[in-house]
């Protein structure tokens, strides 16, 4: 994860407003329909934006497919070199400490060091490289064809998950790839269901109170549960230690917050079919 994610959806701020988007986030997930039987067989690719994206929307769904013997591979796109701003270590200093983190956790998961891609793309540039990122996932989809793609969502407002999520929609569209997609949101949780930011209390509580009923009706989610694999996706979350814990000191030092984390803690994870176009 990187650090524009949670920032910009702390700022909306509060523990009320924590609660109420747990309150509809377990709305939408009342209606989605729990395939985590189904999901275990199939073949997939796993495309995260930046390192640790991979364990916290799939990691579940990840281990439950290998437990299964079924291939999967992960593709980490960018290099991490923005989730903190340290006068300490330096940006090519946090590349190489999220690089191993991320091949400490991948293996925690159970992959193998061949499973894992990194594209190195700069932190938050995917979308200036959006036609680059496509090509590249059209060649690992080419060599590796599996039945299904994992991607971020373009829910999200961080831009590297929008752009991983619209270049899948572009290999949907160009015929690139004719299996299933899906997304799995992450800062999506943490920024919905507000319609704009309107002032005044009235209308934000109805731009709240809209979005929710909004996101409630139009997201149709697919489950998988997490029973039985929870204290796993928690050690491998461990490895991930500059996005948990304060490795510099510095005040400047961005750490996931657990009312995010909480998100991907809870009964399932929680991935969003793409339909073509």
């Known amino acids: 994860m990187s650090q524009t ?13 924590d609660r109420a988007r747990r309150l509809v986030k377990a709305a939408v997930v009342a209606r989605g329909n729990d395939v985590t039987e189904a ?4 073949s997939c690719l796993v495309v995260a934006p930046h390192p640790d994206d991979e364990t916290l929307g799939c990691g579940v769904t990840i281990m439950r497919k290998l437990d299964a013997g079924t291939p999967v591979k992960v593709v980490i796109a ?13 940006a090519e200093e946090l590349v190489r400490v999220r690089r191993q983190e991320a091949l400490e956790a991948t293996g925690r998961l159970g992959l193998g060091p061949d499973d894992v891609v990194f594209l190195d793309f700069e932190d938050q540039g995917l979308a200036d490289n959006l036609a680059d990122l496509t090509e590249r996932l059209a060649a690992l ?12 969502s373009v829910l999200d407002h961080h831009p590297d998950h929008h752009a991983v999520g619209q270049a899948a929609r572009r290999l949907l569209d160009a015929g690139a790839f004719d299996g299933r997609v899906a997304e799995y949101p992450m800062g999506f949780w943490r920024t919905m269901p507000w319609r704009g930011r309107p002032r005044g209390a009235a209308r934000t509580a109805w731009s709240f109170l809209s979005g929710s009923l909004s996101a409630v009706a139009r997201l149709r989610p697919e489950l998988i549960s997490t ?6 996706k928690r050690h491998v979350l461990d490895a991930y230690a500059s996005q948990l814990t304060n490795l510099t000191g510095e005040a400047e030092w961005w750490t996931l917050d657990d009312p995010f984390l909480e998100h991907f803690l ?12």
């Open 39 to 42: 999901s275990a067989g199939r």
């Open 78 to 90: 960018t290099d991490g070199r923005r989730s903190s701003d340290s006068k300490v270590m330096s």
């Open 141 to 152: 989809v080419e060599g590796f064809r599996p039945q299904e793609l994992l991607v971020a």
């Open 266 to 277: 809870g009964p399932y994870e929680v991935h969003l079919p793409i339909r073509r176009s």
């Open 227 to 232: 029973d039985g694999y929870l204290d796993r």
């Open 5 to 17: 994610a949670t920032r910009g959806a702390s700022a909306g701020g509060g523990r009320l407003v």
